[in-house]
């Protein structure tokens, strides 16, 4: 099962509930574009390359539910659901990435009926291209991991937070694949703990050993130099490779440059915006505080009542904390500002071939 | 209400219930040195000044309740209890110092009545000092904060970590007292969430204004400018100043040191280890994991079944990214070796008038 497919008969998007993993395996239908982004903005989905494509498949039921007749009518109605998916979240750069891709693909003369075909076969394109791009990213990376390594990994990355495979966590699993014994310390990822939820899950499902740890531990284990390399996603990348990615990356690859351990983040070039010349310029999204005082232990609350906090989703890692860069066309080293370039135009040619 | 505090009509200790804070405020009484270990394995009482405290009282606890008639059965009787307080937990220093303290003051000729009252009397003592020298260690403190000041708190250094007002927490507590505006992003302090349980608690009481965030998102604050200091506690620290603290605290003072911001470890002098030469040698708590596999949201559990965690309680941060110390003998400034020796000197020196 895909954590996003495309139901041919009813014509409908069709996604795993990851707020219910790892208690409940649940799928759920969505049948228009708002509900596509209320899905990702209450996290439904998540993770920067399936949010992308359930973007592409929201735009894709916008164009079938809309009742516009006349292909003007209908380019406005498309125009109007790009702006609702693209709000859903505003880190991550792969929503608007998937919804001007396929907006860019419409020709310029044609029915109402024909842009509806060429809407949904765009997106259907970005999905499957996407496991692709991931096979071809786990590739790259696992070479850069040996027999015996034990890894860091942070937040969740692998086929949930994709359309299947995954990024930092799919590298992982390559390895895995390969036959090189391997342990994963998974931070849990606070506040929405998708490393204790979804990334423990995954891993226990491809039978990777692995041990859960409070983010604060990873520097414990750096410094006492249990492992080996630290491998996490992104959600928007800089022309200078400065990334943002889930709140904690930035302390993560400060205790591994502290310690001399290689940090990696694994993106696809759709995750590159190079627009942008440093990560100065991504916009952060803050959360509900929910998210931090709704823990329990016990069956109690933890926060006192009446307690505040505050809730960024992301931080920026400065790329000069970064090893290297795992994208689909290779693994990216510095000067990042010009072999990031390189890289986006080789991803570009190589899917014009 | 202190929260370690001896019971004079009863002859027996009463301790805060801190597992059971901040839904309940709970007192318990102890009667046997047995009792007060498992109460500082347990964590009912944390903190290294807290549980050197309440070690002194098991020691007089053992002292009273002990049946031997001679001395030399008594005293006897005290090492093994001093041994069973000793190994209730292995990093924080304070433990060891408030026995071996009690035990180098019993007069080497004396009754067994005598040795009695001179244990509770020297166990009475460090619980009134380190209010004192909290005091101290608050003032020197306090004039590093600034009037509108944001300040990064890990873990809990408040009066629930000493006999009372508190070490880290009570340089904040300080400065808000002395009239200074001041902000605090209070880390959760993950696994055992002791900022989010009871930090915001007695922020709340001080009406000192909080923020509660995820460990992982100390350094977005820090990167953005927002925060002007860092001030922690210290377990056990050594010559050179290495200080292990709560779990977290060395990837809190790397992003300080990545940001320019200051960073402060507040300990009495009976924190510093001078035995030890580096934190390399201090020895680090594992703890159950079941500490970190134990959260909920929603009333359900977050990781999957089976999950397997791994759970150090401390880590150790270099003093090459510490700004200074605060002692109750002055803020100690490098070079650390030179300069901790001498604040432990001036410290014995002031206790001895």
Known sequence: VRTIEWDEQNQRLRMIDQRRLPAEFALVEYDDHQAVAQAIQTMVVRGAPAIGAAAGFGLALAALRSTASEPAALRADLAAAAETLKAARPTAVNLAWAVHRILEHLPAEASAAELRRVVLAEAQR???????????????GAALIHDGDTVIHHCNTGALATVDWGTALGVI???HTQGKRIHVLVDETRPRLQGARLTAWELSQ??????????????YFLSSGQVQAAFFGGDRMA????????????????????NSVSAYSVVP??????????????????????????????????APAGATALNPA???TPSRLLTGI??????VY????????????AAHSEAAR
């Not at 491809?206 to 520097?219: C, F, Q, R, T």
């Not at 022309?239 to 690859?253: H, P, Q, S």
């Not at 795992?326 to 693994?331: H, P, S």
């Open 126 to 140: 970005i999905a499957d291209e996407d496991v692709e791009i991931n096979l071809r990213m786990a590739r790259h």
């Open 173 to 175: 699993r390559m390895a």
């Open 206 to 219: 491809y039978g990777i050993p692995y041990d859960l740890i409070s983010d604060g531990a990873a520097g």
């Open 239 to 258: 022309a200078n490779g400065d990334v943002a990615n889930k709140i904690g990356t930035y302390m993560l690859a400060l205790a591994c440059r502290d």
């Open 269 to 302: 070039t759709s995750t590159i915006d190079l627009s942008l010349v440093s990560g100065a310029q991504i916009p952060i999204e803050l959360r509900d505080p929910t998210e931090v005082l709704s823990l329990q232990v016990d069956g109690s609350p933890v």
């Open 314 to 316: 992301f931080d920026v």
């Open 326 to 331: 795992i994208t689909e066309a290779g693994v």
């Open 334 to 345: 510095p000067p990042y500002e010009i072999n990031l370039r390189r890289a986006v135009q």
